[in-house]
């Protein structure tokens, strides 16, 4: 999924104007809180709302939430959006997440 978002960001269709600053700056994840990085990263490797919501035991609300503040903070649109700040910023999901990938039916 990540090699396919890269294929559009980078390659494929024109990114929203917002988004092509991003490839001049360096996303600063320090802008956003640590709950907020969590939920980012694993938006990046493909999680749903509801599977972060049970990874990080909280509920699909306040993932809405969050993602509602991440996009606001970094200007930001989408999920392929989100997924190419996340890899700019060098932000990772960690071995948890992708445990936890597997795991989620």
């Known amino acids: 999924m990540v090699e396919v978002v890269r294929t559009v960001t980078f390659d494929g269709i024109a990114p929203h104007s917002q988004l092509a600053d991003l490839t001049e700056q360096n996303v600063e994840p320090g802008a956003l809180s640590p709950r907020e990085q969590q939920v980012l990263a ?3 490797v493909g999680l749903t709302h509801g599977q972060i919501a049970r990874a990080l035991a909280i ?3 306040t ?5 509602k503040r991440i996009r606001s903070k970094l200007d930001l649109g989408n999920k392929a959006e989100l997924t190419r700040a996340a890899m700019l910023s060098g932000l990772d999901a960690g071995s948890d997440v992708c445990g936890q990938v597997s795991g989620v039916g």
């Open 42 to 44: 694993r938006i990046a």
């Open 63 to 67: 993932v809405d939430t969050y993602v």
């Open 59 to 61: 509920s699909p609300h």
